[in-house]
Each structure stands twice: as structure tokens, then as C-alpha cells.
């Protein structure tokens, strides 16, 4: 399956985003689902994920509470709902995919990744 994010941009200190993670090639109503994020000099860090069996989540800490992962089996996408955003969010954003029932926070652990989307958060 191939990925395609999309929804970054330049936004405020406070201001929400969405971002997409749309599959082709195959269907994501059976995949696992997760979102990580790189910034500059620094290692690709985990962000949400959602399991594709019950949907149940997992967020990182620094996000809990303002993120929300989720999905549309029928538009085959995911999405990531960014609220209340910080400087620190800035990053390019990934999503990835595995066929396993995982909600884990290591890279290894997801096999299908899109290329990034920008989000960049000024204070």
C-alpha cells in the first residue's frame, strides 16, 4: 500500500490542523495506522497510532489530549486532528502502516510509509 499525507502548513501557536493519510494500492480498513513526526537534526519520534482491530489508540505524552487519530475505512484514509498546537509541534510529519495489530511507538514496527507533510507552528 502506498501512502500519501497531506494538511501541513503554517499556523499559529494555538490554532488546530488536520492532517490526511490517504492509501492507494490497497485498503487500509485492515491496517494499523500510525503517525510520527521528525524535526530538524532530530530522530523520527512517534506521535498516535490506531489499531486496526477495535481502533484503540496510543499517544504519545507530549500530545495526549490534543491529538486525535482516527479513520475513514471508506475514504481509506486516516487522520491525525491537531488542536491547540505549540512551537514545539513543529516537525514533518509521517504516517505509516502495518498489516500487524500494533499500536507500538517503535519505526520498526510499521513497514508502509508516506513521504512527509510539513507542519510548522510559529509562537
Known amino acids: 500500500v502506498q501512502l500519501q499525507a497531506s494538511g501541513g502548513g503554517l499556523v499559529q501557536a494555538g490554532d488546530s490542523l488536520r492532517l490526511s493519510c490517504t492509501a492507494s494500492?490497497?485498503?487500509?480498513?485492515?491496517?494499523?495506522v500510525a503517525w510520527f513526526r521528525q524535526r530538524p537534526g532530530k530522530e523520527r519520534d512517534f506521535v498516535a497510532a490506531?489499531?486496526?482491530?477495535?481502533?484503540?489508540?496510543n499517544y504519545a505524552d507530549s500530545v495526549r489530549g490534543r491529538f486525535t487519530i482516527s479513520r475513514d475505512n471508506a475514504q481509506n484514509t486516516a487522520y491525525l486532528q491537531m488542536n491547540n498546537l505549540k512551537p514545539e509541534d513543529t516537525a514533518v510529519y509521517y504516517c505509516?502502516?502495518?498489516?500487524?495489530?500494533?499500536?507500538?511507538?517503535?519505526?520498526?514496527?510499521?513497514?508502509?510509509w508516506g513521504q512527509g507533510t510539513l507542519v510548522t507552528v510559529s509562537s
Open positions: 494500492g490497497g485498503t487500509l480498513s485492515r491496517s494499523s
Open positions: 505509516a502502516a502495518s498489516i500487524m495489530s500494533t499500536i507500538s511507538p517503535r519505526t520498526s514496527a510499521w513497514n508502509s
Open positions: 490506531i489499531r486496526w482491530v477495535n481502533s484503540i489508540t
